[in-house]
């Protein structure tokens, strides 16, 4: 008898969780039924977020972590988040020599993942091709995006840690705390910190600390300097994520719950909430928009729509109403 | 008799417009129907939309631009779109000192704006807050965004015309062009033109302009070199943003059409019905979640089954199913 291919990611076959992943890129029909097999089996990777301005070194510092965890017995699964050119939809991938350091290495799995046009569908592939890895037994998921916009502060967000990478002396040291990326840093690290003005990036992340209220045991993101080339920095950065995985774990099931002493519960459990409610929403909203377009409305009928809005025929407010009003069940 | 708001936005009093957008970003029950009413009188502005990494001058570069545009007779509206920490909720505004400089000026109306918790919701209120600006007979909007993530790129790829900015020597320039905006620039400014590398950027822009196709007579995005601080550059990007108007006002109403000669309609087109398509798709999903959430589900089940999902008792899928069950009428 044959394994279904949920079976087979389940038991670890590579082949298996690539064939899964892509069609979950792919967003094929087979993909929603695969992540329902797969979920009950997952809850138990650490997901790790990887943000920070283009050019700040995430990839080498991705590729040293992936070298540190190793060593310490974690399966280790790697996402890439490439972004894609809006109006083609070709993937600009990343450098793929970075595989070839792990290619011998069966426990980790390296794989970069495009952005479709839709809005949100980075979000969402990124999120079940982390549930592949997570059924597949990898104790350790990273997800590295590029850039600070909002798509990979949603990515970011829902990780379990969340690393922002900067890099001394351009500026983008305080201009990429600007982007809203400030509250979303579990641990800062100024990369290429044998630069010019590391100490001033240092600084100026710390003062920006300084005006956060922390609770008493409340986490305080810690910086951690490295220089991912020569892997300076690199096995400090990894005792940081360990202690705040041990801090995580805490609360990795369950309800919140207040503690007489030691660390806050609240931030993680409000973490796994808006993870599974950032799911559930950009569920739902795909799935209806899908339902509307193929479905509800004719062929050519959105298309229609949308020219009598060019043409100021009718507005967007008033055609979702009408939308709305034929797709939706009317109130008892 | 008093006149609505949506009148006395027409009649472009200043106040009224900065209480609309208020309205707006703050999603007002009572924003829907400003908008229907100002909805059918837009339609005559051209929308600027002017991104690029954080760092890059963008402020400075459309402060010059504001006086250059003045100075043709153009009425002028700017946007500046402030990302907000996601947690908190709070703004981060932009340096009010710069709305200074034109603070005696009626016709130049100047307005930060930030970001909602919600995804998409920035597009939104910039779109609806561009459509007052229309309404109250600016003849050109720019609408300035931090940084190059998705958010940005979804609101400058349905502007009228989008300005890439970026700035020579931090390697930002060829990593700026990988993130996606390479194809949504129809002119790039290389600003700090000053600095060591601009004559670099250039050439990095160019070799990558080199790798598109572009028909006869379709617009291929020219590049300026500026210094924003001096205003160096600052007219000739000025006369580049009126080729590029004459080529698309050939095309501002209508359907496309193949051309003999001349520009390529194409391209306009899509990018009108992009502009669209977008903001009919939003609004759907946003509201259609309003109503899931407010309407549909009791006080607490939303949140409720978040939980449940958190505890893998039922995963994110089969959740969705069940709402849009509920939710909309059978199928005939």
Known sequence: ?????????????????????????????SAAGLVRDLFPHTGHTCLVGVTGPPGAGKSTLVDRLTAATRESGETVGV??????????GGAI??????????????QVFIRSMATRG???????????????????????VMIETVGVGQDEVDIVRTADISIVVLVPGTGDDVQALKAGIMEIADIFVVNKCDRDGADRAVTSIESNLALQ?????????????????????????????????????????????????????????????????????????????????????????????????????????TAASDILSRALRPKP
């Not at 996402?79 to 809006?86: E, H, N, R």
């Open 1 to 29: 008898m044959s394994l279904t291919l949920a079976e087979r990611v389940r038991a670890g076959d590579v082949r298996a969780m690539a064939r899964a992943i892509s069609l979950i890129e792919d967003e094929a029909a």
């Open 79 to 88: 996402i890439c988040v490439d972004p894609t050119s809006p109006f083609t």
């Open 93 to 106: 991938l990343g450098d793929r020599l970075r595989m070839q350091a792990h290619a011998h290495d069966q």
């Open 118 to 140: 839709h809005m949100g569908g980075l979000a969402r592939a990124t999120s079940d091709a982390a549930l592949v890895l997570d059924a597949a037994g990898k104790s350790l």
């Open 213 to 317: 209220a922390y609770g008493a045991g409340e986490w305080r993101p810690p910086i951690v300097k490295t220089e991912a080339t020569t892997g300076r920095g690199v096995a400090e950065l990894w005792a940081t994520i360990q202690q705040f995985r041990a801090h995580s774990e805490q609360v990795s099931a369950g309800e919140p719950q207040p503690v007489a002493s030691g660390f806050s519960r609240t931030n993680q459990a409000r973490r796994l909430k808006a993870r599974n409610e950032f799911r559930l929403r950009d569920l739902l909203t795909h799935r209806f928009m899908e339902l509307v377009e193929h479905e509800l409305l004719g062929a050519g009928e959105f298309d229609a729509l949308v020219a009598r809005i060019a043409a100021r025929e009718v507005d967007p407010h």
